[in-house]
């Protein structure tokens, strides 16, 4: 058992004063409120829950602030997706663990306590499968081990580069499956996570563009009642494209195709008309959103405001990893509407209320029902928590939701001072307890394949 004392915690139903927490087996097994600290407590003034982070491909990490210089015919989203697949190309099993372990040590320390690990890079650089199919998901499953983050693997079904089964491109020959090869896949899958103490399996139909309505039709079944996660609109020619094969935009196609419940998160839900934000919000599925990324790509803006005001659930991802910073994916969430709309404290929701605070509760929510798991903190749920480093010039004397707005609009990641996995330190003093083993690894890997 492990023991805690917090002068101020955020809990599930709330912030809370003086309060004892105690840990078995990485759970909560008791909370006191107005209590007293005893010998053996470890104290800490304030602290929140861990963010889930919904939506990263671990391997653009190695790739971070590589794709900011202009090419030859104007660059977007899918010139700076050639790049991407070219990353891939000498990728093997260990890189990616090492690779995946410098992400997650920093998704730790950013704030987060799991990842949705979008999964899709499967086969090896000519496109054959390995000998065993599920090598790669072997090595994310060990960066998750390496860093002690909690995963949900979702491993992504991919089969064609466009609307109506158009075949696949060269740069997509490592992520493709028929429906047999992919349930071969996720059986080895469940094996590997068999390692972790709380992992959970989903999966991700890539996008309406990689798959026939018959393989989600599948997708779904194979599901059961697991996560599933797909990007759905990012772009504005996908969606053109999208309308262009089927009459409908991809948000109103899936809506009226497949039963979209709580199962299901929405990634990049961008671009959506009135009918399509009323109609998600309904649904229950989660938006998942990466507003770093959709910058750093040019994606274009969430209907952030409308969907949440109909009680749109909300998450947020790191996506490809160019920044990781749970703070910033809020506070970007925030500036973009701000931007939009000349206004301020655009999502707070009602007068009176915390803009940090709104977004960081709702994504807490958002996050946890995407990836499968509880919200949270209270009995019987993970002791996944941040506490914040109440001498860091921004959070000087402040307290409940004020400390969450100074740290998501002030201090950032440089705010956090110890992450907790179920109840063990991973991140003291705001580094992960093995960065250093961990960014060596890494600069090995980048070495391999990049030199
Ligand atoms: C991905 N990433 O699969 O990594 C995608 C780009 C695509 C983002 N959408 C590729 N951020 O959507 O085809
Ligand atoms: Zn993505």
Not at 192 to 216: F, K
Request: hydrophobic share 45%; with cysteine.
């Amino acid at each position: 058992m492990v023991s805690f004392f917090f002068n101020e915690i955020l809990l599930a139903d709330g912030w809370a004063k003086d309060v004892r927490l105690l840990v078995v087996d990485g759970r909560i097994s008791a909370i006191e409120t107005s209590a007293i600290k005893q010998d053996g407590d470890a104290h800490h003034a304030l602290a929140i829950p861990a963010l889930g982070n919904l939506h990263s491909h671990a391997f653009q990490r190695a790739m971070a602030g590589m794709t900011e210089v202009t090419g030859p015919t104007g660059d977007s989203f899918w010139t700076w997706r050639e790049i991407m697949y070219r990353s891939v190309d000498r990728l093997t099993p260990e890189g990616l663990r090492n690779v995946a372990a410098m992400a997650y040590a920093e998704m730790l320390e950013g704030g987060f306590g799991r990842v949705g690990e979008f999964h899709y890079v499967h086969h090896d650089a000519d496109g054959q499968g390995y000998a065993d199919p599920a090598v790669m998901s072997a090595a994310i499953v060990q960066a998750a081990q390496d860093t002690g983050i909690g995963l949900t693997h979702l491993p992504v079904f991919y089969a064609h580069s466009g609307f109506g089964g158009q075949a696949p491109s060269h740069g997509q020959r490592r992520f493709l499956h028929d429906i047999d090869g992919f349930v071969r896949l996720m059986d080895g899958a469940r094996e590997y996570l068999r390692c972790l103490p709380d992992a959970i399996l989903g999966l991700a139909p890539h996008s309406l563009r990689a798959v026939t309505p018959e393989q989600l039709a599948a997708l779904e079944q194979l599901a059961g009642g697991a996560p599933i996660h797909i990007h759905i609109a990012e772009q504005v020619k996908e969606v053109e494209d999208c309308v262009a094969w089927s009459g409908q935009r991809p948000v109103a196609w899936l809506l009226d195709h497949m039963p979209v419940d709580d199962r299901w998160c929405l990634v990049h839900a961008t671009h959506m008309d009135a009918d399509e934000v009323r109609g998600m919000a309904a649904s229950g599925a989660v938006a998942g959103l990466c507003p770093i990324t959709e910058a750093n790509l040019g994606d274009g803006l969430f209907s952030a405001p409308e969907f949440m005001a109909l009680g749109g659930r909300i998450g947020v991802g790191s996506d490809s990893n160019v920044r990781i910073d749970a703070s910033e994916e809020l506070r970007w969430l925030e500036y973009g509407q701000r931007l939009l709309r000349r206004g301020r404290n655009v999502l707070a929701g009602e007068e009176g209320r915390s803009t940090g605070q709104a977004l960081f509760q709702a994504s807490v929510i958002g996050g946890a029902q995407a990836l499968g798991v509880e919200a949270g903190l209270a009995v019987g749920h993970v002791a996944d928590m941040v506490s914040l480093d109440m001498n860091h010039p921004s959070l000087a004397r402040k307290s409940g939701a004020a400390a969450l707005d100074a740290w998501i609009f002030s201090a950032g990641r440089g705010g956090i001072d110890h992450v907790w996995r179920r109840g063990r330190a991973v991140v003291q003093g705001g580094r992960h307890i093995d960065r250093d083993y961990i960014t060596a690894r890494y600069h090995q890997a980048v070495t391999k394949l990049f030199s």
